[in-house]
């Protein structure tokens, strides 16, 4: 930060950009924000390094409903209530709140190495974000997509708002099915209902049956009696009743149920709103007023019983809506709010994905979300709160209404629409509600540019549209669908090249992590115990794009100790003495060239899974890379004998080896990472791993690499064959070769002599009696055993080696003798099998050989 590596302007290089998906305000950080965050700094690190113009930008949200609830309950801890404050007077407890509290997760998110922009941070309620969204809305109601009507909603009871359909989560939960029975006007008779909601009896204004539902023609123009209200309401038709469900009929709320509204508009039916805004029973019930809506629904119970007019009440498991931000059940509501159209909006949206424009990884959500774009509803973005984006709509006269950006610009309007020049600016009274906060958070990759104000200027010319956008799959529909929406509709262009779905953070219970259940470790403490580093690579050892991880500390313990044996490998390094006048040794200079062809091969790998967004396979590479083949392969072939110095070549070609290594691990983990890179030259000032190259992708030599599975084979091999015969590492061992030396690769025989501590390596042109013998491929190795062969062991582990060949030849054969098989499958593919059955063949013969040989 100090030498601004992570700032970014518009310049001649190629960009790439994130815009980081805004936590809100008031919030800290959690494991959902550690998992999503590191992703995007792997992402923006490593573009950085490839030569990019990196420009990650920082901001928070509002959270309007969030916000509000944490300030109200701020202020009744004080002993003040919101109703009793001017709105204004809210708004500055509401600013002061988020001065003192706001911008804490940014900070903590500096402490897990974010390489945001800093100098770019947003906050969607500052004057341009502000700005921004007020235009929109003005600019969609003039194009007639944004329209006021009374509609039913989801209406938070606690928050004491609407809410969208998108904020809505469903749950199964215990309730409960009364039967009740309806007398009918002017007759002896009953019709029986069954209701999930005795308390909304009261706000009945029909009963109603399947028209092809036999049991109930009779009661055509006829009118039944609600209990309680005692209020007559007539017997009416619709399809819509499922004859199957309860006992067919069906009682009419349509102020409380969004299917009773429909049908109460086809069959023009009164409303009565038995609820007040907070969830209590209001003075239309003409019950129970005052009281709440749950305890409501006892008295309603007991009330019934006590009439007579209850039969009987089943358990019942009963899908349950609650808001996402209160938890409080969701409360169907008649309401005048604010809406979008979204239909023809969503539209290009719609085809960015399917035509792939807009990529969404893994591809398994891309159906998700085709379906929500099919079945799109209007949006209602109206929230009855007085922190957020007021709405730009000004009222006189009897509910006129205009929709101006200010307040000067809403007069001009009124006095032309109302055809009065006397009307004054106190003639206006603006909206009271605010802005869905998705509101301004669907523009935030033009916002963060300042596109809506400005859309010429130089930022959004360059940085959009934005190159990748990192979220959770909660968030596919109501802010990434509504993102590519707004993308197309105000740029002409979509907002982001593709979309990586991270999973959820759950624990290995498969519980999503919470507070509440005990199960969500504090990610500083974390960072504390693991350090950064190692908190980022146990993130992101087990979460591929799409699936969740499943959190233990066993992880970040994982990285932390990745973390020690990269920095345990540059302490040896830098322990060896350097010796210039030495010569490199053998094994030294062939291990060095296997280890650049480790590098290149492992460079491309890395490389197609990050172009796959395969970003926990591509840190498993690294890791693998780094542990097994530099730490466990490398370093064991070329360090010096102990207390002796190492050649110069070899140090040298080392450190260039560890510099390429920490380079591909460095957006991963960039702590140890710059510690490394720093020491391991003289460095100028100003220079940082930050901004060095990546090493690039190179053609690898396959034949080295192969070579050295065998060698790997081999050394594997004679470290068994000392194990099983109690031959001390320290002693040397001579090791033959059956074959001539002309068909064998001997570039990498100065390895084998060194890691096996061999005496001696010969080619010999006979199997030798009193050795141990092993086979790597269809080569036959003999160490010699003097005077310390067990015969009827060695007889017993090569019968276990033959019996196991002659089952993978019948294997083979099976396949070669399917004519189906040899007709239908790639010339490639028999050759492979060809190959398996002449190896297969090669070993058995040698095996029987060796066998006929120990048995003489």
């Known amino acids: 930060m100090d030498n601004g590596f992570f700032k970014s302007t518009p310049d001649e290089r190629e960009p790439y950009t994130i815009v980081i998906p805004p936590p809100n305000v008031t919030g800290v950080l959690h494991m959902g924000h550690m998992l999503n965050n590191t992703i995007q700094d792997v992402l923006v690190r490593r573009a950085r390094m490839h030569g990019k113009n990196a ?17 109200v309950a701020k202020l009744k801890a004080e002993g003040i209530e919101k109703l009793d404050l001017s709105r204004e007077e809210f708004l500055e407890h509401a600013w002061e709140w988020t001065h003192k509290h706001g911008g804490m997760i940014l900070e903590q998110l500096k402490r897990l190495g974010t390489s945001c922009d800093w100098d770019r941070t947003l906050f969607t309620m500052d004057e341009k974000r502000y700005d921004s969204v007020i235009k929109v809305f003005v600019d969609l109601f003039n194009k007639g997509l944004i329209y006021r009507g009374i509609r039913m909603v989801n209406w938070d009871p606690q928050a004491m708002t609407a809410v969208s359909d998108e904020e809505v989560n469903y749950t199964e939960e215990k309730s409960k099915l009364y039967y009740v029975r309806y007398k009918i006007a002017g007759e002896d008779g009953y019709v029986m209902v069954a209701t999930t909601r005795p308390e909304t009896i009261l706000g009945d204004t029909a009963v109603c049956a399947n028209p092809d539902d036999e049991r109930y023609k009779h009661l055509k123009g006829k009118r039944v009696i609600v209990p309680m209200a005692n209020r007559e309401v007539p017997f009416i038709f619709d399809s819509y009743v499922d004859p199957e469900f309860g006992t067919g009929c069906l009682k009419i709320t349509p102020a409380h149920d969004i299917n009773d509204y429909e049908i109460g508009i086809r069959h023009k039916l009164p409303s009565i709103d038995v609820f007040n805004a907070n969830g209590t029973m209001s003075e239309a019930a003409g019950m129970f007023i005052g009281i709440d809506r749950f305890k409501a629904k006892e008295l309603a119970e007991k009330e019934l019983q006590k009439n007579g007019d209850l039969v009987k009440v089943e358990n019942y498991d009963n899908k349950i809506g609650r808001s996402e931000r209160t938890n409080a059940v969701i409360e169907p509501r008649l309401s005048l709010q604010w809406f979008v159209k979204m239909k023809d909006l969503s539209t290009p949206a719609l085809e960015a994905v399917m035509n792939g424009d807009v990529h969404i990884h893994p591809a398994k959500f891309k159906n998700l979300y085709r379906h929500w774009m099919e079945n799109v509803h209007d ?14 709509a000004w009222y006189y006269d009897n509910n006129e209404f205009v929709v101006a950006e200010t307040v000067s610009e809403a007069l001009k309007l009124a006095k032309e629409k109302s055809g009065n020049p006397s009307l004054k600016a106190g003639d206006l009274h603006q909206d009271e509600d605010v802005l869905d906060t998705w509101f301004s958070s669907w523009l935030w990759p033009i916002t963060s540019f ?12 360059y940085y959009y549209p934005t190159s990748d956008l990192i979220t959770a799959p909660d968030i596919l529909f109501f802010w990434v669908a509504r993102m590519i929406i707004a993308g197309y509709e105000f740029r002409g262009q979509k907002p982001f090249d593709n979309v990586y779905i991270t999973g ?40 591929p794009a799409g699936n969740d991880l499943l959190y233990e500390d066993a992880l970040p313990e994982q990285g932390r100790n990745f973390a020690n044996k990269i920095w345990n490998a540059f302490r040896l390094l830098k322990s060896w003495e350097v010796n210039d006048k030495i010569v490199q040794p053998e094994s030294s200079q062939v291990a060095v060239k296997w280890m650049e062809e480790v590098l290149k091969k492992s460079s491309s790998e890395i490389d197609a899974n990050f172009r796959k967004f395969r970003i926990s396979e591509a840190l498993m590479i690294n890791y693998k890379l780094f542990w097994d083949e530099f730490s466990g392969w490398y370093l064991e072939i070329i360090k010096p004998e102990y207390q002796k110095p190492i050649d110069r070549i070899t140090y040298d070609a080392t450190v260039a080896l560890f510099e390429k290594l920490v380079k591909l691990i460095h957006p991963f983990m960039p702590f140890i990472t710059e510690e490394i890179w720093q020491l391991l030259y003289d460095r100028k000032d100003g220079e940082s791993i930050m901004i060095a190259r990546m090493p690039e992708s190179k053609k690898f030599n396959r034949d080295i690499l192969a070579g050295f599975e065998s060698v790997r084979e081999t050394i594997s091999a004679v470290r068994t064959v000392r194990k099983n015969k109690d031959i001390p590492n320290k002693e040397k061992i001579e090791l033959l070769i059956l074959g001539n030396i002309a068909d064998y690769d001997i570039e990498f025989l100065p390895v084998i002599m060194k890691l096996c501590n061999l005496s001696d390596i010969r080619f010999v042109s006979e199997k030798q009696d009193g050795s ?9 190795y003999f160490i010699p055993l003097t005077g310390k062969l067990d015969i009827e062991s060695e007889i017993a582990k090569i019968q276990e080696d033959l019996n196991y060949n002659l089952g993978f030849l019948v294997n083979v054969m099976k396949k070669l003798e399917n004519e189906r098989f040899v007709t239908n499958a790639p010339a490639s593919v028999l050759d492979l099998e060809r190959k398996k059955k002449s190896d297969a063949e090669s070993k058995i013969k040698s095996l029987e050989e060796a066998l006929k040989s120990l048995r003489k």
């Open 379 to 392: 949006w209602c973005i109206s929230r009855q709160l007085w922190w957020g984006q007021r709405i730009p």
């Open 504 to 543: 959820l953070v759950r624990d290995r219970q498969r519980r999503k992590m919470s507070k509440s259940l005990g199960n969500s470790p504090e990610p500083i403490t974390l960072i504390e115990k693991y350090g950064a580093d190692g908190v980022r690579v146990g993130m992101l050892l087990c979460s």
């Open 55 to 71: 420009c990650w930008v920082p901001g928070t949200d509002h959270a309007s409903i969030a916000t509000e609830a944490k300030v």
């Open 450 to 461: 300042d596109g809506i104000n400005n859309p010429e200027n130089e930022d959004i010319k």
């Open 772 to 780: 141990a013998s092993f086979m790597v491929g269809t080569i036959e």
